[in-house]
Every structure is written in structure tokens, then in C-alpha cells.
């Protein structure tokens, strides 16, 4: 049944796309080229082959108005498609930005000793009855029954599938040699949203990164949950987009402390984050409710965050804490022995009593951050419904536009494979991440337009400059609004010339300077 339904979507998604769908024919030279270099196991990866069936589901009332957030944008711009309410099917450029997430999650996961596995999806529902989760679990879990009348949860986490496989192989304790012990997995996890809205960021069905760490008593627990949360920073720095980590409530998961990681977005969030802004200290609405700090948030949705109640900074004496909008993009939790317990994953301690393990959680929406972090960059777009992408998930860095079809540059068409190659060789940052936009029955103008639609940091024109007796190409620098949101300004100072598309004529060796410089400077 569920390859059926894999089909099933497939088939629904093609039909979409096969309604918008324009041809285009490869030009001889290029057809050749590509041969060539399939021979040496490489194709470059062309706009014309890509699945991006944009303006797929054209809506009368956006069209008017200008697109509010990114959930709007990815949806337009073929990176998603939505195939029922809260079932979002990510498509290859967004895939793109999520494989590259994934890598960046995986090398700081090993950087803490944490290995990835893979946990089924179902959970047998007796295991959430031992810890007692299941009464509570509200409406939000989605419970399904096999052909046994076996209930299974469809899980939206895993701490007592973790617990249990360590029980189970460690039947009567776990060895000390064996601890601390790290380990995740990054799989789809689902939730029964009442309201699924703004695509990924609240879908019913949604990537997740999930660690559980376990630990012979507190001291040690803590020293992992530092160290968690430390890559935790380095990933979301690597990612590029200002986020807020928050001290945040322990709610439904249980523990004795976590924290929170937020995007600002007025657009898409839902969760209201408190800042102090004199010595830093932040912290969820939810949590200085629970406290008592914050009477409750009515306030603030009635007044929004600017205007909202006045809150004392609980970390130092002279500030008070700002409100803000934001989306959830990880968590943290020092869970203690609240799963182990129950489960019993336990060790010997020196009297050779048996002890509860002590636990940590650690979550990432994967596919939360990709479209979050687009909110975040197209809060001020240079150019109408266009995405920013930050450099580190960007689908493609580099998209090279040859000359049109039938034109007088048409000569110059050798070149757009020359400069691929060339930049791939000389830039290693860029390898595998230049791609070619072959729709050579378009003019160069609306294939730029695209490219900016799309969100392609940098693009390079094969165009008339490239005819000269020294050619020329035109670089067009898209990064400067994701320049300016981290602080890392000017790169080169390149002159635009008046007659293109607004870039800079640049010969061969000074583009792959230049794009040598931009790596530099954007690469973390
Ligand atoms: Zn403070």
C-alpha cells in the first residue's frame, strides 16, 4: 500500500507539472559537450532538467499582492508542492538545500561522538502506555492499527523506541565502558496539526534530526548537554542566519531544563521569544508563564511584541526583556530518568546498585530550518518574489546563462561549459554546485530574471562581452541582502556597467578571482 501511494503522488505531482511544462530543445554543441563529459562519469546539472514546476498552482489573490513570507515563495517557485493539507513533497532544489543542512548536522553530530542509525517509524503503542506518555498525548498523535488489531504510533519522537533498544540489548545493564552513549537519527516524523499551514513549517509530516544521549549520573548528563548544545551553535553559525537560543519550557517532553532555537519571523512564527538586550539573556513566553513572570501572552497577541507588557530582565538587574516573534527551529532537553525509569535503562553504580540512566533530547526540524531561514533572508527582498537563500543551503551557488539561441553572441556558447569547468577546477567551494541554465529559446534577460526568482547567490552571463578580443562576462552578485544579515559587507569592488543586467564585466581570470574571494569571505 505505501508504494502505491508513493506512485500515487508521484503521478498527481507530474500531472501538475506536465500542464506548465515548456520543451526545450539542447543545442547541438551543447548535446555534445554533455556527451563528452558524461563519458567522465559528470553531466553539469541544467535549469531545463530540473524539476521546478513553477507557478504550478497559480492563485488570483497572490498574484496581486506581494508574497508575505516563504512558505509563499517555495511554494511559487516550484522548491515545493503541496499535496494535501499539512503533506508537503519537497522537490529537487529544495532537496538540495536540505541534503546540504543534513551534512552540516552530521559533521557537528560527529564532532560530539554522536552516531546516526535509523529507528522504525512505528512504535508499538504499549511502549508509550509504560512511561505513561500515551494518556497525555493529545489528538496530535496519530495511532494506526495493523492487520493483528496491533496498535502502532506513527512517531512524532522516539525516546521510548531509543530506550527500549538499549534495554533490550542490555538486558540487565548497560556496561560503563559503553556510556556515555549518542545517538541519533534523521528521519520523517509526523504529527495530527489541526491547522497545517506555511507549508513545512507546520506540515503534518516533517524531517527531523533526533538525539538522545545517556549518561551515568547529572554531572555527566550536563557535560553532554553543554557540549550538544555548543555544536548545536556551531550548526546553526554554519547555517548563516541570526537565530536565538532561549531558555524554554519543558512541557509535554518532561526534564529538568532545555533550551530553545528560534528564528525571528513575524511572517510565519507562532511561538513569542523574550529578550534582554543588556546582557543577552533570552526565554520563551512559555516558560516565564510557567514561572509566573509573564502573566500570560494575551497581552502580547493583542499588542504584538513591540507593545506587549513590560517584563524584568531575570538574569540582571538593570534590563527588561523585549518580545519577539519566532519560529522553533531545535530544542534541547536534560530529560533525567524520566523514560529511563520506566523503561529501565539502567547501569550499576559504585555500590553496584542498579541506577536509571540519565537522559538528553536534542531536536532539529530539518525541514523547519530550510524554509524558517528563507523567512528570515526575504524579510527584505531587493527584487520582487525573489528567495534569498543563505550561501551555506543555497541549491546551486553559481548558475551560468548562455547566449540565446539564433543570436549574434551565439558564437560564444562554448564558453558557458569552459567557464563550469574552470570554476568547479579552480573555486573547490563551488564543485558540484554550478549550474547551467541551457533554456536557450529564452532570452538572456528573463533567464536572469529567473535565476533571481529561483535565488541563485551568484550569476554569470555568457553574453556579447564574451565575443571580444579579451571576453568578458558579466557577474551578478544576488547575495548582498544575505551580505548585510551577517555582518559581512563589501567583498569586491565590483563595477557594474550600465548596458547589462546590473553586474560587473569581468575577463576569466578576474571572475574566478572574484568568486574565490566571495567563498572566502561566505564560507563558515
Ligand atoms: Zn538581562
Not at 516563504?70 to 538545500?97: D, E, N, W
Not at 550561501?391 to 563550469?420: D, N
Not at 557594474?496 to 572566502?520: D, M, P, T, Y
Request: proline content about 6%; hydrophobic content about 35%; overall charge neutral.
Amino acid at each position: 500500500l505505501p508504494r502505491f501511494t508513493d506512485f500515487y503522488v508521484i503521478m498527481k505531482v507530474l500531472s501538475v507539472y506536465l500542464k506548465n511544462i515548456r520543451y526545450y530543445n539542447l543545442s547541438e554543441s551543447s548535446i555534445n559537450v554533455c556527451q563528452h563529459r558524461r563519458y567522465n562519469n559528470y553531466c553539469f546539472p541544467r535549469v531545463s532538467q530540473v524539476f521546478q514546476p513553477s507557478d504550478s498552482v497559480p492563485n488570483p489573490k497572490e498574484s496581486t499582492t506581494k508574497l508575505q513570507n516563504a512558505a509563499q515563495l517555495v511554494t511559487k517557485h516550484g522548491m515545493v508542492h503541496q499535496c494535501s493539507a499539512g503533506q508537503i513533497a519537497v522537490l529537487p532544489l529544495f532537496q538540495r538545500a536540505l541534503d546540504k543542512l543534513c551534512t552540516i548536522v552530521e559533521e557537528q553530530m560527529q564532532a560530539v561522538s554522536a552516531y546516526k542509525m535509523t529507528m522504525p517509524t512505528l512504535t508499538p503503542q504499549q511502549l508509550w502506555k509504560k512511561t505513561g506518555r500515551f494518556e497525555e498525548a493529545g489528538p496530535e498523535l496519530m495511532v494506526l492499527e495493523d492487520r493483528h488489531e496491533k496498535r502502532f504510533i506513527l512517531s512524532p519522537t522516539h525516546e521510548e523506541a531509543i530506550c527500549d533498544i538499549v534495554a533490550t540489548c542490555f538486558p540487565k545493564d548497560v556496561p560503563k565502558s559503553r556510556l556515555p552513549l549518542r545517538l541519533y537519527q534523521i528521519t520523517t516524523k509526523f504529527r495530527d496539526e489541526a491547522r497545517p499551514r506555511h507549508a513545512l513549517i507546520r506540515s503534518r509530516e516533517f524531517l527531523m534530526k533526533d538525539l538522545y544521549t545517556f549518561d551515568v549520573d547529572e554531572a555527566a548528563a550536563a557535560e553532554t548537554y553543554n557540549a550538544v548544545s555548543e555544536a548545536y551553535n556551531t550548526i546553526f553559525s554554519r547555517i548563516g542566519v541570526p537565530f536565538i537560543r532561549a531558555r524554554g519550557s519543558c512541557g509535554a517532553v518532561g526534564g529538568k531544563y532545555s533550551h530553545e532555537f528560534h528564528y525571528l519571523s513575524p511572517a510565519a512564527g507562532q511561538d513569542y521569544v523574550l529578550s534582554c538586550a543588556s546582557c543577552g539573556y533570552s526565554a520563551t513566553a512559555g516558560l516565564l508563564q510557567e514561572t509566573g513572570l509573564l502573566p500570560d501572552d494575551t497581552e502580547l497577541v493583542k499588542h504584538g511584541p513591540t507593545d506587549g507588557p513590560t517584563v524584568p530582565c531575570q538574569n540582571c538587574d538593570s534590563g527588561n526583556m523585549d518580545a519577539a516573534v519566532g519560529v522553533e527551529v531545535g530544542h534541547t532537553f536534560l530529560l533525567g530518568t524520566t523514560y529511563s525509569k520506566p523503561m529501565k535503562v539502567v547501569h550499576r553504580d559504585m555500590d553496584m546498585k542498579l541506577q536509571p540512566l540519565v537522559m538528553g533530547c536534542y531536536g532539529l526540524g530539518m525541514t523547519r530550518i530550510v524554509q524558517a531561514s528563507l523567512d528570515v533572508t526575504c524579510q527584505q527582498q531587493p527584487y520582487e518574489d525573489s528567495i534569498v537563500w543563505p550561501w551555506s543551503l543555497a541549491p546551486y551557488r553559481v548558475c551560468i546563462i548562455g547566449p540565446k539561441r539564433g543570436s549574434k553572441e551565439k558564437e560564444a556558447q562554448h564558453w558557458v561549459e569552459t567557464l563550469g569547468r574552470n570554476i568547479e577546477q579552480q573555486v573547490p567551494v563551488l564543485r558540484g554546485d554550478v549550474i547551467l541554465d541551457d533554456r536557450d529559446n529564452l532570452s538572456i534577460g528573463k533567464r536572469v530574471l529567473d535565476a533571481r526568482k529561483t535565488g541563485y547567490p551568484l550569476i554569470v552571463v555568457v553574453g556579447k562581452a564574451a565575443l571580444q578580443d579579451v571576453p568578458k562576462f558579466e557577474l551578478i552578485d544576488n547575495t548582498e541582502v544575505y551580505r548585510e544579515l551577517i555582518g559581512c559587507g563589501e567583498i569586491a569592488s565590483l563595477e557594474r556597467h550600465k548596458e547589462g543586467k546590473g553586474g560587473a564585466l569581468l575577463s576569466q581570470l578576474q571572475l574566478l578571482n572574484v568568486l574565490g574571494e566571495f567563498c572566502n569571505r561566505l564560507q563558515r
